[in-house]
Nanobody, 124 residues
Framework: QVQMVESGGGLVQAGGSLRLSCAAS????????MAWFRQAPGKEREFVAR????????YYADSVKGRFTISRVNTKNTGYLQMNSLKPEDTAVYFC?????????????????WGQGTQVTVSS
């Protein structure tokens, strides 16, 4: 019911910023919670941030709190991840995900719909 497509990844220097976008299909996007995950080579997929269906509640992994900001504009069917003060350890493929369940949090298996990912590379 929901198709997600990430964009905005790229190569940046440490301390720089990127803004990722997640374009979702379907008029029911507003009914879904949304999250960002990331996966570095040889690593498990890692939770980054979550936002409620209304955008009123957000939750961040400790590793990105204070540096990243998750947001959404339901009228545009788009979610965002603003990434500031990027570090080399932020290098990963970033995925957006959506779920119709309020109980979906930090585990990838809790999320139903996934994008294909966008590469973020941070050089030192």
């Amino acid at each position: 019911q929901v198709q997600m497509v990430e964009s905005g990844g790229g190569l940046v220097q440490a301390g720089g910023s990127l803004r990722l976008s997640c374009a979702a299909s379907g008029r029911t996007f507003r009914d879904y919670a949304m999250a960002w995950f990331r996966q570095a080579p040889g690593k498990e997929r890692e939770f980054v941030a979550r936002i409620s269906w209304s955008g009123g509640s957000t939750y961040y992994a400790d590793s990105v709190k204070g540096r990243f900001t998750i947001s959404r504009v339901n009228t545009k069917n788009t979610g965002y991840l603003q990434m500031n003060s990027l570090k080399p350890e932020d290098t990963a493929v970033y995925f957006c995900a959506a779920s119709g369940s309020s109980s979906s949090w930090i585990l990838p298996r809790e999320w139903t719909y996934w994008g294909q990912g966008t590469q973020v590379t941070v050089s030192s």
